[in-house]
Nanobody, 125 residues
Framework: QVQLVESGGGLVQAGGSLRLSCAAS????????MGWFRQVPGAEREFVAA????????YYPDSVKGRFTISRDTSKNTVALQMNSLKPEDTAVYYC??????????????????WGQGTQVTVSS
């Protein structure tokens, strides 16, 4: 069993920045990748970023590329999401997730085995 706990959400004005963190604990932690998704009411959970645990390769959708940066600290079992130039449309609950296998693409929710509880990010205009 793996537990993921997100932190760092909050309220920020458009153009501002926030940094989300996710701490993993539980069984011996050796994932294939970590990811961030977001969700607004009535919509599906949307891929935001992913990073491979060993190599640190990163993946982003066009909607956040150049504004968001995902990073990991393998010694602390943490992953972070630095969000810059935030827009009101970035408002959502952000979830951290971990993938223990390589089935499905990084952007596919089905790849991920464990999820955090989520942290709210609100960007005001």
């Amino acid at each position: 069993q793996v537990q993921l706990v997100e932190s760092g959400g909050g309220l920020v004005q458009a153009g501002g920045s926030l940094r989300l963190s996710c701490a993993a604990s539980g069984r011996t932690f050796s994932p294939d990748a970590m990811g961030w998704f977001r969700q607004v009411p009535g919509a599906e959970r949307e891929f935001v970023a992913a990073i491979t645990w060993r190599g640190g390769d990163t993946y982003y959708p066009d909607s956040v590329k150049g504004r968001f940066t995902i990073s990991r600290d393998t010694s602390k079992n943490t992953v972070a999401l630095q969000m810059n130039s935030l827009k009101p449309e970035d408002t959502a609950v952000y979830y951290c997730a971990t993938s223990l296998h390589r089935t499905f693409s990084y952007a596919d929710r089905r790849r991920y085995d464990y999820w955090g509880q989520g942290t709210q990010v609100t960007v005001s205009s």
